[in-house]
């Protein structure tokens, strides 16, 4: 298994432009996530998914909208790139086995995005 | 929603001492509390985990405690080695939240 892949490993983007980062896992999880970290601080939740086509906000939204078609892939869209988002995203996926059962989350190895 | 608060922040120690990194969680429903340590420029990776109807978890040099009644968990690192340099996050979810909230981190450093 590859788990959890996450491109591109780095971005530079200029203020106002778009673009999507992609995630996928072969693991078979049913939820995955989108956090964001910036320099020197901890994990931000963006927006999670708890199967596909079931989407939800998360500490962090503005600025990103995320869509999951298919169990394997989350992607993260950010429409109109501001310098707020430099940041460090990491995507990520676990599995809940039924009710009552959380399991860890794997990570990507996260996107660099700058916007100048 | 969930609150996670870490302490410390930063946290220095000698090669052989103990380390231990405190977690208090705001949602009483919370019943799983896992641990990650994220090397520089790593992703995170869990290290420990442990449900609320356990009190502790040991895997050889690191332990994790759990008071649900004080809603705080701890993690235990004995005789601590350059390579347990990183930062620590703690984290709290509940059953099928699907999401958790995670602490802000603890960087630990042991100076050989």
């Known amino acids: 298994n590859a788990g959890v892949t996450q491109t591109p490993k780095f971005r530079i983007l200029k203020i106002g432009q778009s673009m999507t980062l992609q995630c996928a896992q072969d693991?078979?999880?049913?939820?995955m996530y989108w956090y964001r970290q910036d320099p020197g601080m901890g994990l931000k939740l963006i927006y999670y998914?708890?199967?596909?086509?079931?989407?939800d906000k998360g500490e962090v939204p503005n600025g990103y909208n995320v869509s999951r078609s298919t169990t394997e892939d989350f992607p993260l869209r950010l429409e109109l790139a501001a310098p707020s988002q430099t940041s460090v995203y990491f995507c990520?996926?676990?599995?809940?086995?039924?009710?009552?059962?959380?399991?860890?989350?794997?990570f990507g190895n996260g996107t660099r995005l700058t916007v100048t | 929603g969930e609150n996670v608060e870490q302490h410390p922040s930063t946290l220095s120690v000698q090669e052989g001492d103990s380390a231990v990194i405190k977690c208090t969680y705001s949602?009483?429903?919370?019943?799983?509390f896992p641990w990650y340590k994220q090397e520089l420029g790593k992703r995170p990776q869990l290290i420990i985990d442990?449900?609320?109807?356990?009190g502790e978890k040991k895997d050889q040099r690191i332990a994790v405690t759990l008071n649900k009644t004080a809603k705080h968990f701890s993690l235990h690192i004995t005789e601590t080695q350059p390579e347990d340099s990183a930062v620590y996050f703690c984290?709290?979810?509940?059953?099928?939240?699907?999401?958790?909230?995670f602490g802000d981190g603890t960087t630990l450093t042991v100076k050989p």
């Open positions: 990520a996926s676990s599995y809940s086995r039924g009710p009552g059962e959380n399991s860890p989350l794997h």
């Open positions: 693991m078979n999880h049913n939820y």
């Open positions: 998914s708890v199967g596909a086509g079931i989407t």
């Open positions: 949602d009483s429903a919370s019943n799983y």
């Open positions: 442990i449900r609320s109807n356990v």
């Open positions: 984290a709290a979810s509940r059953a099928n939240a699907g999401k958790s909230t």
